[in-house]
């Protein structure tokens, strides 16, 4: 049996709040060495879009030195991560004339992927993933993997993702100004499912919510593959604001005290006397401090919760998916740290909730175990997927539709 060659990965996170780059080293099974990370805080970046080029660079760049520095890569490939309010997504079918009556080859299913593709967008707007759900031969429905069957008639139903054209070249340029090539850009929500969801979580029925600084990502997978996919304008920063403009505490105090006492879930309110709900904070002038009340900021926090799990419910009754989630929900994302939502999140919509922390990892691992750091692991984890293998190598029985599709072009084109 050849031995399978190692191959270094790296992947950027490039959010509001933080940009993280993580090299990695992947060799047999799903096991992830991690050999170096670099975070830093974010800049250039509003909503998950590049507003600024040079401030945005400057940080990817001082991200990727920490990270080079920490494994002793040079890294000059890297695979991004994309999101921001800009994202949308559509269904679309594309219907192929089966040419060989031997059965239906590849090149079939490329011309009914290319036929779905032919879709009516907007010229500032770009594809960022087409990606095939089922097949259906002479209207037999639910087919996984049409290559070899017999029939006349091969359609394909897929999901497109799509961005602005202009915030899709903005984050290219940001990341290539430093030195960067570009192996994929990668919807973060998929990229983070890569990194918390099983197989069988996509199989049976899954809504992944990733919650990041400015926006929260949600993908509903289901049958295997990604139903939909989605973008709610509201994030971690909102709850920060909202102790921001209702405690008058600087924003760097309102995001400690998000984290340290901070909860989704208010509970009963304190006797007037009660001192122990009382937390000495700053205010918005410099050297003046002030006492707080935990349950007010909790009952801040809970209110910007609710309207966030009100959100999603509207985002997922959008998707049109009318199946159950047996898998329930997995929670992703800096904004999944905070406390209990979790638990209010079960309590309003009856499912199981975990939250998503990324696994089988080795190496210099211990900084990601948290749902903070999904979407970058899970960048790595797309590359060891879908970002070529070593020539030995061929693809195996259990690969996924968009896999599959990948591997297709890529021998396709010329």
């Not at 933080?18 to 799903?30: E, F, L, S, W, Y």
């Not at 359609?155 to 100004?177: D, F, K, P």
């Not at 289901?222 to 102790?243: C, E, L």
């Not at 904070?281 to 935990?294: H, Y």
Request: net charge negative; proline share 5%; aromatic share 4%.
């Amino acid at each position: 049996m050849a031995r399978t060659m190692a191959r270094t990965i790296v992947g950027i996170d490039v959010g509001t709040s933080k940009i993280c780059t993580i090299v990695g080293q992947a060799g047999d099974g799903r096991r992830l060495n991690i050999l170096g990370v670099g975070t830093v805080p974010s800049r250039g970046i509003d909503k998950g879009v590049v507003v600024n080029i040079d401030d945005a660079a400057s940080a990817i760049e001082t991200s990727i030195e920490k990270a080079e520095r920490a494994s002793g890569f040079r890294i000059n490939h890297a695979f991004v991560g994309i999101a921001g309010r800009h994202i949308s997504s559509l269904n679309s079918r594309g219907v192929a004339a089966v040419q060989n009556p031997d059965g239906i080859s590849r090149q079939d299913v490329a011309r009914a992927i290319e036929a779905a593709q032919a879709v009516a967008l907007p010229t500032q707007r770009e594809i960022i993933h087409i990606i095939p759900r089922a097949y259906v031969i002479d209207g037999n429905e639910g087919i996984r993997d049409p290559i070899g069957m017999s029939g006349l008639r091969l359609e394909v139903e897929t999901h497109i993702i799509t961005g602005e054209a202009m915030a899709i070249q903005n984050l290219i340029r940001s990341v290539e100004r430093v030195g960067v090539q570009i192996d994929d850009l990668v919807l973060q929500p998929l990229a983070a499912a890569e990194a918390v969801l099983s197989d069988e979580d996509k199989e049976q029925g899954v809504m992944l919510i990733d919650i990041g600084g400015a926006t929260t990502d949600l993908a509903i997978f289901a049958h295997g593959g990604v139903w939909h996919t989605g973008v709610i304008p509201v994030g971690g920063q909102h709850f920060t604001n909202d102790i921001v403009y209702v405690l008058h505490t600087p924003p760097n105090t309102a995001e400690y005290l998000k984290l340290r006492y901070g909860s989704a879930l208010a509970g009963n309110p304190p006797a007037p006397d009660d001192e122990s709900d009382l937390i000495d904070a700053d205010t918005l002038t410099v050297g003046e401090k002030q006492r707080i009340s935990a349950h007010l900021l909790k009952q801040v926090l809970q209110a910007r919760a609710e309207e966030l799990i009100e959100l999603i419910v509207a985002e997922a009754r959008r998707s049109g998916y009318d199946g159950m989630l047996p898998a329930g929900i997995v929670l992703t994302g800096g904004g999944a740290q905070l406390n209990r939502f979790d638990e209010l999140l079960r309590e309003d919509l009856g499912l199981p909730v975990r939250i998503g922390i990324p696994g089988g990892l080795g190496g210099v691992h211990d900084a990601l175990d948290s749902p903070a750091y999904a979407t970058a692991v899970g960048l790595l984890r797309w590359g060891m997927r879908y970002g070529g293998r070593p020539p030995e190598q061929t693809p195996s029985d259990d690969m996924s539709l968009y896999e599959r599709f990948r591997r297709w072009v890529r021998e396709l084109l010329p």
